[in-house]
């Protein structure tokens, strides 16, 4: 491979075909991925890692799309009825969303619909994007072990992750897309994948740690399964991590969590008080928050955290459109392609780490994992061989 075939030959360009574009790197795309995993910073009030994508978006509006590709139909009713649904929800709750700035949360969601428009009809160089990732976690991961960016939690990594469950969902998810999408050869995912795993341990998150251990599995054995078994795997794994018995959750280097445990039950059992009383369209936009003894807290819970902004309708429409996602790259990872197999493997990272964290099926990673899957999924068959 030449230099200029590599992911440091940084030509910062849009060429007429977008075909081409995918096989090169895209200075703009590297360095704005390369952001994401950046979570500490905040620019005006807006994290910077949100504003990468912004950014991102923006450029993608005066580019080509791969081979005149359009997002799929089903995609942009699911989206669009997403966003009537919260916008719905909004007007609907307005007097009681005082304290609330709802409109900021539904710009969050059109982002991320942005992203995903973005990715899925192939303005974003996948190879460029992967490469960013990589380099960012790598980059972020080695920081957070030497202490630069923050110790937000003494003895579990943070760094410019800030808070390591979050940090965990950003790596168990994102983290696999980019051991795969960074480059073709195996060594060079081996020595991405290396310092992105220890991340995740040291992390120190019992349902990260599950998340990825679920995608191990999905990547050496589910891909290859058909899509009813696929499917049934998928979600048993997702299952079992909200059905594992308690006292096993609480065993050998975890047995220290049991003060936070019970914090956590009393979180969810408030979550359950607010959805109680919920209209069907939920209780608006950002208000997936509780208070306990004057203290708020985020919702401990990303598919009750959804109910609440956006009612059973909210939940339902993120779900089918994550399950979408999975069947639609489900033939090529079927046949050996290691980066469809790595979306579906991100989709279940997706679901598990949805049950014991509250901001995560509306987040931003969630519509890189489509977006990657979606765009990946316009490649023809014959474009690039099986991964092996």
């Not at 139909?73 to 719905?88: P, R």
């Not at 991961?141 to 030497?146: N, P, Q, R, S």
């Not at 959805?275 to 819970?301: C, E, K, S």
């Amino acid at each position: 491979m030449s230099a200029k075939d590599t992911p440091w030959a940084l030509p910062d360009k849009t060429v007429a075909r977008a075909d081409e574009a995918d096989r090169e790197i895209r200075a703009t795309d590297f360095f704005l991925l390369a952001l994401l995993p950046v979570r500490s910073i905040a620019v005006a009030g807006f994290p910077l890692n949100e504003l990468a994508i912004v950014v991102l978006v923006g450029l993608c509006a005066f580019r080509p799309s791969r081979g005149g590709a359009r997002l799929p139909g089903a995609v942009v009713l699911i989206i669009g009825a997403l966003l009537a649904v919260l916008v719905y929800s909004g007007l609907a709750n307005g007097p009681a969303l005082v304290e609330v700035d709802w409109t900021r949360r539904v710009g969050h969601v059109v982002i991320m619909a942005g992203m995903i428009w973005a990715g899925g009809t192939g303005r974003v160089s996948l190879r460029s994007a992967g490469a960013g990732l990589a380099t960012g976690f790598v980059v972020v991961i080695a920081l957070a072990i030497v202490k630069v960016g923050g110790d937000y939690y003494p003895g579990r990594l943070t760094g410019y992750l800030a808070d390591p469950n979050a940090g965990a969902y950003f790596i168990a998810v994102v983290g696999i897309l980019a051991i795969f999408f960074c480059d073709d050869r195996a060594k060079v995912r081996i020595a991405v994948a290396v310092p992105i795993v220890v991340g995740l341990v040291l992390v120190y998150s019992r349902t990260g740690l599950l998340a990825g251990a679920f995608a191990a599995v999905w990547l050496l054995l589910g891909r290859r399964l058909g899509q009813v078994a696929g499917a049934v795997l998928s979600i048993g794994m997702v299952w079992a991590v909200n059905n594992i018995p308690e006292s096993l959750t609480t065993v050998g280097p975890f047995s220290d969590r049991s003060g936070s445990d019970r914090l956590r039950l009393r979180i969810i059992a408030q979550e359950q008080v607010e959805l109680a009383g919920a209209p069907w369209y939920g209780n608006g936009p950002g208000t997936a928050t509780v208070q306990i003894r004057d203290l708020t807290f985020y919702f401990h819970n990303s598919y009750l955290a959804t109910r609440q902004e956006g009612g059973w309708p909210a939940l339902l429409l993120i779900l089918l459109l994550l399950a979408y996602c999975f069947v639609v790259v489900s033939p090529q990872s079927r046949q050996g392609d290691l980066k469809a197999a790595a979306c579906q493997a991100a989709i279940v990272s997706t679901g598990v780490m949805a049950i014991t964290l509250g901001e995560v099926l509306l987040d931003t990673p969630v519509s890189v994992v489509v977006a990657f899957a979606l765009g990946h999924a316009l490649r023809r068959p014959a474009e690039e061989p099986p991964d092996g």
